[in-house]
């Protein structure tokens, strides 16, 4: 196998819990992207998507620990934590947050803040950096000017504009963005996943979208992953995941948003997902599963190959054990 | 202009405030037991004559109304009566006191301010450590002092190093600018101190939350993805949105410092403000007690619309 | 966007009414710091109630000569005029703890009304009530009090009374924030909506929920009355018939003890001070510190996630 431009071998993630005890948020999580990929990472909320996110750049925060590989070129960037992290944080790999209304520094200019990133990354310096602040504005479709106003003086969608012209100012070669439209209204929205189509385009950069929202990850992405209970279920092309899910959430979750294209009656999938702050046993999607059977209770599917380019974790497509239930 | 309305507006809040500060004064000396000539004839060897005169002198034989106006156009051409202790003007007695506190608690707080942000910050930064453990330990136990008692301990510590009482050595015989000066400086070294440990337990602890709070803020974390080093996202980003809270805080906190003047004063008979506050309860001076209510609350007003005018000069999400 | 500490399945709209008396006491158990706390509060408070049975001389006989130096029969030796030290610390923090206990309670009471009255009618009643408190801030109180003190003539109840309707203000705004936030809640909402009358929505579903809050500013209150009635006892604005904690370290000032060497004399009171503030500031740090969910999110710190050696399973990788 080649290698990916950014890739995740086991990766788990823990939180020491304030009132004691621990959360297993991610749980042996492998993922790959390739240059100029479009990846989904998608699941109900408190999946672990978004820890999974955030521990591609090393920003957990002080409670966390984490084991496995996050590998960039080829090259463990998680190896020496924070050490070997930074380096790499908005040269290679930038980030769009959630609802970019506090992304921003509310007491300094919006401008001042891409200037930051990049006279830290010696991409430019003074007028110069200003120079190119005006332009990567421009290029996300905010007035040069703009660059001398502060946060609260812009609208949200242009605040998100603006993360995305900040994210973008050392031509990183992979882009996260963490539910980016989420919060935005929907008019905004679309605009939004417009700008990061053409932007991902025009740049080819790869783009790993977090996200709840399944018609964003059809309109956008390549190819999508799956997260139920800090685990990946599913992965393959989009195409393959709506019309031929292998796993019974997948095909519930789909089913949940109705229609890719918003139609439809949404239905929601009854229960809630396990808690992560103790061993799981079995499946943990089992309690959920319209399909679940005694194999379930007990052994814990492992993520297989199921067609070219597609996993599922579901012991449904073990054919001979299907047969002898 | 940005925020004219703002300034316009805090600076209506502030003469509000001394104009109600004001009128709790001239209510509470009316309130008293007796009023103020009764209280005033408890002074040994006042005549009947004195009581009359004195009766003409606060216009007490006219109406409340009329007792309130002409109390407010005396105060405005900056009469605030006699002392009964010293028959001085009251506006003299407490100029001069004014003038003697002001270094000293000046450099009391600027030790707590450069001090608390310190420890504060540290704490902060090295949340869930023993680090943390030990500067807010200390600031607790500080905060935790009477300040006159803590004042007395700095006493016993330090008799025979540093002086501990007055403002400066009256046996010196026409010093030199330079010997004066150092003189001042030891004597100044404990009051200041005392305020200054004090108030440095409380900063300590505002701008340690403050500093938390600003740590869990959303831009902390778009800093970090940016690559910014630990120490840089502290300087550039956290210090500067902490400084918001602590700003507000250090203000409200001027009470507190009042407070802390005329017990040290107290304490080291220094002879500032604080001092004649307490020799006018001792000997019931009330025209003093009342000019330097007034003045006490004048300057806690003067320096929270200082801190709102900073407030606003940090933040520049203020606009109203 | 921030990392989100829940615990899984825990359902998202709170339990109206009976969790939250449950976490001021959970919160207090789980810190060690605020365990202390209470402990100290809790024996100080002990000996002061038991004073009349546990205090080991008379109050009023001296017991040997003036200053005598700490011995066997009296631990912390004699004051100035050669009555038990120990004796004195248990009879004074009674009266200093009755001062901050009934001061704390008037100001609550002030304070409490004010800021549910504001907080719960909002618009124009809300306006004119904080616009008070504002005022209220800023007038520095402790020379407000010398001077009510001063005029009113030194007496214990003088003293509560000044002391409780200075302090009111914190109070009065944290209630009101609390309040406002309460009553925007769906349950509350509900409540009004299925008929609840005023009083019943405030004692049902709107104190409840402001309980930990209020304990916590009324812990806070306590040390601040304390404090207070030490700084007017010690400009010798105190009850002159009853000993406090204040009064021994004004009379210990006064009487020369510090120039006579008798530290014993002018220590421990001040101690004693110390610790029923600091072990207030301690509980109420902690409640304060455990009810601020902006407290709960560390996006940097000195020491950064932690890397763990992988045990365990593999996963077949794609």
Same mark, same amino acid.
């Given at each position: 196998?080649?290698?990916?431009?950014?890739?995740?071998?086991?990766?788990?993630?823990?939180?020491?819990?304030?009132?004691?005890?621990?959360?297993?948020?991610?749980?042996?999580?492998?993922?790959?992207?390739?240059?100029?990929?479009?990846?989904?990472?998608?699941?109900?909320?408190?999946?672990?998507?978004?820890?999974?996110?955030?521990?591609?750049?090393?920003?957990?925060?002080?409670?966390?620990?984490?084991?496995?590989?996050?590998?960039?070129?080829?090259?463990?960037?998680?190896?020496?934590?924070?050490?070997?992290?930074?380096? *790499? @944080?908005?040269?290679?790999?930038?980030?769009v947050?959630?609802?970019?209304?506090?992304?921003?520094? /509310?007491?300094?200019?919006?401008?001042?803040?891409i200037?930051?990133?990049?006279?830290?990354?010696?991409?430019?310096?003074?007028?110069?950096?200003?120079?190119?602040?005006?332009?990567?504005?421009a290029?996300?479709?905010?007035?040069?000017?703009?660059?001398?106003?502060?946060?609260?003086?812009?609208?949200?969608?242009?605040?998100?504009?603006?993360a995305?012209?900040?994210? =973008?100012?050392?031509?990183?070669?992979?882009?996260?963005?963490?539910?980016?439209?989420?919060?935005?209204?929907?008019?905004?929205?679309?605009?939004?996943?417009?700008?990061?189509?053409?932007?991902?385009?025009?740049?080819?950069?790869?783009?790993?979208?977090?996200?709840?929202? =399944?018609?964003?990850?059809?309109?956008?992405?390549d190819?999508?992953?799956?997260?139920?209970?800090?685990?990946?279920?599913?992965?393959?092309?989009?195409?393959?995941?709506?019309?031929? /899910?292998? *796993?019974?959430?997948?095909?519930?979750?789909?089913?949940?948003?109705?229609?890719?294209?918003?139609?439809?009656?949404?239905?929601?999938?009854?229960?809630a997902?396990? @808690?992560?702050?103790?061993?799981i046993?079995?499946?943990?999607?089992?309690?959920?599963?319209?399909?679940?059977?005694?194999?379930?209770? *007990?052994?814990?599917?492992?993520?297989?190959?199921?067609?070219?380019?597609?996993?599922?974790?579901?012991?449904?497509?073990?054919?001979?054990?299907?047969?002898?239930? | 202009?940005?925020?004219?309305?703002?300034?316009?507006?805090?600076?209506?809040?502030?003469?509000?405030?001394?104009?109600?500060?004001?009128?709790?004064?001239?209510?509470?000396?009316?309130?008293?037991?007796?009023?103020?000539?009764?209280?005033?004839?408890?002074?040994?060897?006042?005549?009947?004559?004195?009581?009359?005169?004195?009766?003409?002198?606060?216009?007490?034989?006219?109406?409340?109304?009329?007792?309130?106006v002409l109390? #407010?156009?005396?105060?405005?051409?900056?009469?605030?009566?006699?002392?009964?202790?010293?028959?001085?003007?009251?506006?003299?007695?407490?100029?001069?006191?004014l003038?003697?506190?002001?270094?000293?608690?000046?450099?009391?707080?600027?030790?707590?301010?450069?001090?608390?942000?310190?420890?504060?910050?540290?704490?902060?930064?090295?949340?869930?450590?023993?680090?943390?453990?030990?500067s807010?330990?200390?600031?607790?136990?500080?905060?935790?002092?009477?300040?006159?008692w803590?004042?007395?301990? $700095?006493?016993?510590?330090?008799?025979?190093? $540093?002086?501990?009482?007055?403002m400066?050595?009256?046996?010196?015989?026409?010093?030199?600018?330079?010997?004066?000066?150092?003189?001042?400086?030891?004597?100044?070294?404990?009051?200041?101190?005392?305020?200054?440990?004090?108030?440095?337990?409380?900063?300590?602890?505002?701008?340690?939350?403050?500093?938390?709070?600003?740590?869990?803020?959303?831009?902390?974390l778009?800093?970090?993805?940016?690559?910014?080093?630990?120490?840089?996202? !502290?300087?550039?980003?956290?210090?500067?949105?902490?400084?918001?809270?602590?700003?507000?805080?250090?203000?409200?906190?001027?009470?507190?410092? !009042?407070?802390?003047?005329?017990?040290?004063?107290?304490?080291f008979?220094w002879?500032?403000?604080?001092?004649?506050?307490?020799?006018?309860? #001792?000997?019931?001076?009330?025209?003093?007690?009342?000019?330097?209510? #007034?003045?006490?609350?004048?300057?806690?007003?003067?320096?929270? #619309?200082?801190?709102?005018?900073?407030?606003?000069?940090?933040?520049?999400?203020?606009?109203? | 966007?921030?990392?989100?500490?829940?615990?899984?399945?825990?359902?998202?709209?709170?339990?109206?009414?009976?969790?939250?008396?449950?976490?001021?006491?959970?919160?207090?158990?789980?810190?060690?710091?605020?365990?202390?706390?209470?402990?100290?509060?809790?024996?100080?408070?002990a000996?002061?109630?038991?004073?009349?049975?546990?205090?080991?001389?008379?109050?009023?006989?001296?017991a040997?000569?003036?200053?005598?130096?700490?011995?066997?029969?009296?631990?912390?030796?004699?004051?100035?005029?050669g009555?038990?030290?120990?004796?004195?610390?248990?009879?004074?923090?009674?009266?200093? +703890?009755?001062?901050?206990?009934?001061?704390?309670?008037?100001?609550?009471?002030?304070?409490?009304?004010?800021?549910?009255?504001?907080?719960?009618?909002?618009?124009?009643?809300?306006?004119?009530?904080?616009?008070?408190?504002?005022?209220?801030?800023?007038?520095?109180?402790?020379?407000?009090?010398?001077?009510?003190?001063?005029?009113?003539?030194?007496?214990?109840f003088?003293?509560?009374?000044?002391?409780g309707? +200075?302090?009111?203000?914190?109070?009065?705004?944290?209630?009101?924030?609390?309040?406002?936030?309460?009553?925007?809640?769906?349950?509350?909402?509900?409540?009004?909506?299925l008929?609840a009358?005023?009083?019943?929505?405030?004692?049902?579903?709107?104190?409840?929920?402001? %309980?930990?809050?209020?304990?916590?500013?009324?812990?806070?209150?306590?040390?601040?009355?304390?404090?207070?009635?030490?700084?007017?006892?010690?400009?010798?604005?105190?009850? &002159?018939?009853?000993?406090?904690?204040?009064?021994?370290?004004?009379?210990?000032?006064?009487? %020369?003890?510090?120039?006579?060497?008798?530290?014993?004399?002018?220590?421990?009171?001040?101690?004693?001070?110390?610790?029923?503030?600091?072990?207030?500031? +301690?509980?109420?740090?902690?409640?304060?510190?455990?009810?601020? &969910?902006?407290?709960?999110?560390?996006h940097?710190?000195?020491?950064?996630?932690?890397?763990?050696?992988?045990v365990?399973?593999?996963?077949?990788?794609?």
């Open positions: 196998m080649t290698d990916a431009l950014l890739r995740t071998e086991d990766l788990h993630v823990w939180f020491d819990l304030p009132r004691g005890g621990t959360l297993h948020a991610v749980q042996g999580v492998s993922l790959r992207l390739d240059p100029g990929e479009r990846l989904g990472l998608v699941g109900e909320s408190g999946c672990g998507k978004t820890t999974t996110a955030l521990a591609l750049m090393g920003l957990l925060p002080p409670n966390a620990s984490v084991a496995g590989q996050v590998l960039l070129s080829g090259e463990d960037i998680l190896a020496g934590a924070e050490e070997t992290m930074r380096p *790499h @944080r908005w040269v290679d790999v930038a980030m947050f959630q609802g970019a209304m506090n992304a921003f520094n /509310p007491v300094k200019t919006v401008g001042s803040q200037v930051e990133a990049l006279e830290l990354h010696d991409r430019a310096t003074g007028r110069a950096a200003r120079v190119r602040t005006g332009e990567l504005l290029s996300v479709g905010i007035p040069k000017d703009r660059a001398e106003r502060y946060p609260h003086e812009f609208s949200g969608g242009m605040r998100q504009r603006a995305i012209a900040m994210a =973008l100012a050392c031509e990183p070669s992979v882009l996260i963005a963490d539910e980016p439209t989420t919060a935005l209204d929907v008019m905004v929205q679309a605009q939004i996943l417009e700008l990061l189509d053409a932007l991902c385009r025009d740049f080819g950069l790869a783009l790993l979208l977090v996200t709840h929202d =399944l018609p964003v990850v059809a309109q956008l992405c190819r999508a992953a799956v997260m139920y209970a800090g685990e990946l279920v599913e992965q393959g092309s989009v195409d393959e995941l709506f019309h031929e /899910p292998r *796993h019974p959430y997948t095909r519930l979750l789909f089913a949940a948003t109705a229609d890719l294209y918003g139609n439809g009656i949404p239905v929601s999938i009854p229960g997902p396990p @808690r992560l702050d103790r061993e046993d079995g499946c943990p999607f089992r309690p959920r599963c319209d399909r679940a059977f005694s194999r379930c209770e *007990h052994d814990r599917p492992l993520l297989r190959e199921v067609a070219s380019a597609h996993a599922a974790a579901c012991h449904l497509n073990d054919v001979a054990a299907v047969a002898a239930r | 202009m940005r925020g004219a309305d703002y300034v316009i507006k805090r600076t209506a809040f502030a003469i509000v405030t001394v104009f109600i500060a004001v009128s709790i004064n001239f209510v509470l000396f009316r309130l008293a037991p007796g009023s103020a000539v009764s209280n005033f004839s408890r002074v040994p060897h006042s005549t009947p004559e004195t009581r009359l005169a004195i009766k003409k002198q606060f216009g007490l034989d006219k109406s409340r109304g009329e007792q309130y109390y #407010l156009k005396q105060l405005a051409r900056g009469n605030l009566g006699v002392s009964f202790a010293n028959a001085q003007p009251v506006s003299s007695n407490l100029r001069t006191a003038l003697n506190t002001l270094p000293m608690v000046f450099l009391g707080t600027l030790f707590a301010i450069v001090v608390g942000t310190l420890t504060g910050v540290i704490a902060a930064w090295r949340r869930g450590t023993g680090v943390e453990g030990a807010v330990g200390s600031a607790l136990a500080f905060y935790s002092m009477p300040t006159h803590l004042g007395l301990m $700095l006493v016993i510590l330090f008799t025979g190093v $540093l002086p501990t009482g007055g400066s050595n009256d046996f010196l015989i026409n010093p030199s600018f330079w010997t004066h000066l150092k003189d001042l400086a030891s004597h100044i070294v404990l009051p200041s101190l005392t305020l200054g440990l004090v108030l440095y337990g409380e900063y300590t602890l505002i701008v340690r939350s403050a500093m938390l709070e600003t740590l869990g803020e959303d831009y902390i778009t800093a970090r993805a940016k690559g910014l080093k630990p120490w840089a996202i !502290v300087r550039r980003h956290a210090l500067r949105n902490a400084m918001l809270p602590i700003a507000t805080l250090v203000a409200l906190s001027l009470g507190y410092v !009042v407070a802390g003047a005329i017990l040290i004063e107290t304490v008979s002879p500032g403000i604080g001092r004649a506050v307490y020799q006018a309860v #001792l000997q019931r001076d009330y025209p003093m007690l009342q000019g330097a209510f #007034l003045v006490l609350t004048v300057s806690v007003v003067f320096f929270n #619309l200082l801190a709102d005018l900073l407030y606003f000069k940090l933040d520049p999400r203020i606009t109203q | 966007m921030s990392v989100v500490l829940h615990e899984p399945g825990a359902v998202a709209e709170p339990e109206p009414d009976r969790a939250r008396g449950g976490l001021v006491w959970e919160t207090i158990r789980r810190k060690p710091t605020a365990v202390i706390g209470l402990v100290v509060l809790a024996l100080i408070v000996a002061a109630v038991l004073a009349p049975w546990l205090a080991p001389y008379d109050l009023h006989t001296p040997g000569p003036v200053f005598e130096p700490p011995s066997w029969q009296h631990p912390l030796g004699l004051d100035d005029g009555i038990d030290v120990v004796t004195l610390l248990m009879w004074g923090a009674r009266i200093s +703890l009755v001062v901050g206990f009934a001061a704390t309670l008037v100001s609550m009471l002030i304070g409490g009304t004010i800021g549910v009255l504001a907080g719960y009618s909002g618009g124009k009643v809300d306006g004119s009530l904080m616009r008070v408190t504002d005022y209220f801030l800023v007038i520095p109180d402790v020379p407000l009090m010398i001077i009510v003190a001063a005029i009113w003539g030194p007496s214990l003088h003293i509560v009374i000044v002391i309707i +200075l302090l009111w203000t914190s109070t009065a705004r944290v209630i009101r924030a609390q309040v406002k936030s309460v009553r925007e809640r769906v349950y509350v909402k509900r409540a009004h909506a008929g009358g005023h009083t019943r929505i405030v004692l049902r579903h709107v104190l409840p929920q402001v %309980a930990p809050l209020l304990i916590a500013n009324t812990v806070l209150t306590i040390a601040v009355a304390v404090f207070d009635e030490t700084a007017l006892a010690f400009l010798g604005l105190g009850d &002159p018939s009853r000993v406090s904690l204040g009064k021994m370290i004004e009379n210990a000032f006064q009487r %020369a003890a510090i120039s006579s060497g008798a530290w014993w004399a002018i220590v421990p009171p001040g101690v004693l001070v110390a610790l029923i503030i600091l072990s207030c500031s +301690l509980i109420g740090q902690a409640l304060e510190d455990a009810l601020n &969910p902006r407290l709960r999110v560390a940097l710190s000195a020491h950064g996630f932690r890397l763990r050696p992988l365990g399973r593999k996963e077949g990788a794609l």
